[in-house]
């Protein structure tokens, strides 16, 4: 059974921030999106890293997965597995298209239940960043932290396929993450007439469109 998604529940119960970082190889940009979900501290850990389940709500994954080993998701990114505090944090980089940025993940306890947080941290890319801003990658960030929600609330079901993101609730979905990316990239100082425009042409890319001119 395929179960849909609660999308316009999703869309508020995450938060997303923007802020910077200095690195040794100068300034980056850090993301971070952080969801609280209704599961222990070991189930949230288990689902994010245990090779069997991950596929269930984001992709195929394969290689060493363990500290110092790498890591392949399938048609997406790369890395090697920097450090891991098992049930509570591991780092790792995130290799995809000739760029090398760090992702944190982190699980804690709170009264609800168990709440994630993951920092994606790249260097600035000011060509990027203007085209597509924040939800480049946060609106994928997104989609993962929706498979997971779904995931988690009926371990047994089939995901979505693909074409989700192109239809009448994902392209809904697409939407409000890259508008609400956009909302947090205002708050980090962005004029509100980028911000938007860049929203459009993330929206775009995901759905398919030809992108907003």
């Known amino acids: 059974m395929t179960m849909q998604p609660d999308t316009a529940r999703q869309i508020d119960t995450v938060e997303r921030r923007l802020g910077t970082r200095t690195l040794e190889g ?3 940009r850090v993301a971070t999106i952080e969801q609280t ?13 245990n090779p069997e389940r991950i596929p269930r709500w984001f992709l195929p994954v394969s290689g060493d997965l363990r500290t110092g080993g790498h890591y ?13 505090e098992p049930p509570h944090v591991f780092t790792a980089t995130w ?12 699980v804690e306890p709170v009264p609800e239940g168990a709440r994630l947080a993951l ?17 480049a990658t946060g609106v994928g960030w997104d989609l993962a932290l929706l498979g997971l929600a779904t ?6 079901a089939e ?14 979905f697409a939407t409000a993450s890259s508008d609400r990316w956009a909302e947090a990239s205002i ?6 007439d980028q911000a938007r425009a860049a929203a459009g042409r993330t929206t775009a890319f995901y759905t398919g469109d030809d992108a907003p001119a």
């Open 26 to 28: 100068g300034e980056a």
């Open 119 to 135: 920092e994606h941290t790249a260097h600035v890319n000011d060509e990027w960043w203007d085209q597509y801003g924040p939800g």
């Open 72 to 84: 392949q998701l399938e048609g997406n990114a790369n890395g090697t597995i920097q450090t891991c």
């Open 95 to 106: 290799e995809f298209g000739g760029e090398v940025s760090w992702i944190e993940v982190r």
């Open 187 to 192: 708050a980090a100082g962005t004029p509100e």
């Open 151 to 156: 995931h988690l609330a009926a371990p047994d």
């Open 37 to 49: 979900y209704d599961t222990t501290v070991d189930d949230l850990w288990d689902a994010l890293t």
């Open 159 to 172: 995901k979505p396929d693909e074409s989700w993101i192109t239809q009448g609730p994902g392209r809904a």
